[in-house]
């Protein structure tokens, strides 16, 4: 068999709960018996997008009280992720640092 990529897309939905991403998950394990390379590619969360979305327009209109809100959001979100599919301890707590790492207001 040549070597053969597949190209997996997830959407939003797709990744928008801890059930969901464990799905997704299993679907790429899956492919992986068929095919030899597999590249995933995800969206943002359920909701992230307009989160986002709505919080440039307010930034836009000079209203930035709301930016701490909706980081803190966003922040809960994949924290909740990371305790509902990482096990392990330690990777759980590296994995939050990492996100707060690209955090600008945890710096």
């Known amino acids: 068999m040549p070597k053969q990529t597949l190209v997996?897309?997830?959407?939003?939905?797709?990744?928008?709960s801890a059930d969901a991403l464990v799905k997704a998950a299993q679907i790429v394990k899956d492919a992986r018996a068929e095919f030899p390379r597999v590249v995933v590619i995800t969206s943002a969360m359920s909701g992230?997008?307009?989160?986002?979305?709505?919080?440039?327009?307010?930034?836009?209109?000079?209203?930035?009280?709301?930016?701490?809100?909706?980081?803190?959001?966003?922040?809960?979100k994949h924290f909740s992720a990371a305790d509902a599919?990482?096990?392990?301890?330690?990777l759980r707590?590296?994995?939050?640092?990492?996100?707060?790492?690209?955090?600008?207001?945890?710096?």
Not at 49 to 76: F, H, I, M, P, Y
Not at 85 to 90: F, P, Q, R, S, V
Not at 100 to 107: F, I, K, S, W, Y
């Open 93 to 107: 707590e590296e994995t939050k640092a990492e996100i707060n790492a690209v955090d600008p207001l945890a710096r």
């Open 48 to 76: 992230v997008t307009n989160l986002l979305l709505d919080s440039a327009v307010l930034a836009s209109q000079g209203k930035v009280a709301s930016l701490a809100s909706a980081e803190s959001t966003l922040r809960e």
């Open 8 to 16: 997996m897309k997830f959407g939003g939905t797709s990744v928008g």
């Open 85 to 90: 599919l990482i096990k392990d301890e330690k």
